[in-house]
């Protein structure tokens, strides 16, 4: 599984004021991503932390791609895009 290193494990704690170390792959999808963590990702884009956002969804899915994870940051998080419609829409395009 892919985790974050120290550094941004440090960071997010500062951001979320958590320790997310254990975590780390705790989601199977980003619907899981979307229902338990949305707030948290919202807290990490209104402090202008969008990469750690981004590397945070990769971190609770323990894979996947950094693109995808921004994708998602921008079109669900930002935009509120609606989630079934992304999912949708992100498999399709993939």
Do not use: P
Request: proline share 0%; hydrophobic share 35%.
């Amino acid at each position: 599984m892919t985790g974050l290193d120290e550094e941004g494990l440090e960071m997010l704690k500062s951001y979320l004021g958590r320790d997310v170390s254990q975590e780390v792959g705790s989601c199977r999808d980003y619907m899981d991503v979307y229902n338990l963590h949305i707030e948290d990702l919202r807290e990490l884009v209104r402090k202008r932390a969008d990469v750690y956002a981004a590397m945070y969804v990769m971190h609770l899915l323990g894979k996947g791609g950094l693109r995808n994870a921004k994708l998602f940051i921008y079109d669900v998080v930002k935009e509120n895009e609606n989630i079934d419609d992304w999912l949708r829409d992100s498999y399709q395009e993939g």
